[in-house]
């Protein structure tokens, strides 16, 4: 469990510096710990909300953070992660499909070159994409475990919604409130199979990780906000997000072949 939890403190770590809580990795940890795959999502979920508290407070007091931007793109994803939180997946079909759109997503990334959101020149995304876009990412969220920022930073940066640091920012309370969202529909989830003492049984002998990634995730979230360089932190979101895809993609094949 120290192992895992040092491993934890790192994906914190790196994430947090870019916005994000790492639930996508903290899944593929527990996968390879051998955890059980049903209190995956719930374990990974607790560890985001960890994460992105701080990071999202931190982004607010650097002032990368403006609410009137954000609630349009979780009006309809907080609902919508409950749900997801409450329903079951087909593992294989949707771990292929993650993977896939998750490599598209930091290929972009990686190779888009210096754009208007870079230079301050932020543009008005229409309310109604916002509204379905948020929702999407947050109904998928709700039913893998994961905060759906990884999502949402490719396409803000994509649509030249901000700079580098205010993505960042909005992607961090994007995977906060998800977070919480869908941990809510994932206990109501584990009640049913479980039963509250059993599935609270389950969580607790994974309580090593989550003060690993609250000082993790508080190292990170410091760097980010204040000292890394714009497009570093661009450059950073490309390369975890083509690090999750491959271990998502890794695993996919295992499960098709």
């Known amino acids: 469990m120290l192992q895992l939890a040092a491993l934890f403190a790192l994906t914190a770590l790196l994430y947090a510096s870019v916005g994000f809580g790492g639930g996508s990795t903290y899944n593929a940890l527990l996968v390879l710990n051998g955890t059980d795959f049903r209190i995956l999502p719930a374990i990974a979920l607790v560890c985001n909300i960890i994460v992105v508290a701080g990071g999202s407070w931190r982004f607010w007091q650097a002032g990368h953070v403006s609410l009137a931007r954000i609630l349009p793109w979780i009006m309809l994803s907080v609902p919508a992660a409950w749900l997801g939180g409450r329903l079951a997946i087909s593992e294989t079909l949707f771990i292929g499909a993650l993977g896939g759109s998750l490599l598209v997503a930091g290929l972009q990334l990686a190779f888009e070159r210096k754009g208007a959101a870079d230079e301050g020149e932020a543009r008005h995304v229409a309310r109604p994409l916002s509204y379905a876009v948020g929702g999407g990412i947050g109904f998928l969220s709700g039913m893998v475990g994961i905060g759906g920022g990884i999502f949402l930073a ?53 309580w090593l990780l989550f003060p690993a990634v609250l000082i993790g995730g508080q190292i990170g979230s410091r760097l980010g906000s204040t000292r890394i360089p714009p497009l570093l932190v661009k450059r950073l979101t490309a390369v975890l997000i083509l690090y999750v895809a491959a271990r998502l993609l890794w695993r996919w094949l295992g499960l098709v072949g």
């Open 154 to 206: 490719p396409i803000l940066y994509l649509l030249r919604w901000g700079g580098p640091r205010e993505i960042a920012g909005t992607a961090s309370v994007f995977i906060l409130v998800n977070s919480l969202a869908g941990l809510a529909g994932q206990l109501m989830k584990l009640e049913a199979d479980y039963g509250v003492a059993s599935a609270a049984d389950l969580l607790r002998d994974y």
